[in-house]
Nanobody
Framework: QVQLVESGGGLVQAGDSLSVSCAAS????????MAWFRQAPGKEREFVAA???????NYADSVKGRFTISRDNTKNTMYMQMNSLKPEDTAVYYC???????????????????WGQGTQVTVSS
């Protein structure tokens, strides 16, 4: 069974930086695309960023230029560095793993079938 565990969330001020991590169980981490989604109170879950097995990246327009997604296959871990944080970035951040057999690293959550429990990121103004 695949487990994804996020960490690194917290409370920061607008303009600050924060890094979140997602540790994955299993020996085939390198074969899968991974992604970050987020969900703010009262809103639907939205795509933030994704990274393919070969480290190609994809970002939502709202975070492009501020967030950087990366992965360390030797540690089975994905990261996201978040700079110039804004109050509208406040949300629970979830990591997700793409379905087996596809090389998708896009924004549609239906293509991801394993999810972490989430980590809260709060940005105060």
């Amino acid at each position: 069974q695949v487990q994804l565990v996020e960490s690194g969330g917290g409370l920061v001020q607008a303009g600050d930086s924060l890094s979140v991590s997602c540790a994955a169980s299993g020996r085939t981490f390198t074969s899968y695309s991974m992604a970050w989604f987020r969900q703010a109170p009262g809103k639907e879950r939205e795509f933030v960023a994704a990274i393919s097995s070969s480290s190609d990246t994809n970002y939502a327009d709202s975070v492009k230029g501020r967030f950087t997604i990366s992965r360390d296959n030797t540690k089975n871990t994905m990261y996201m560095q978040m700079n110039s944080l804004k109050p509208e970035d406040t949300a629970v951040y979830y990591c997700a793993r793409a379905r087996t057999g596809i090389s998708y690293y896009g924004a549609n959550p239906a293509f991801y079938n394993y999810w972490g429990q989430g980590t809260q990121v709060t940005v105060s103004s």
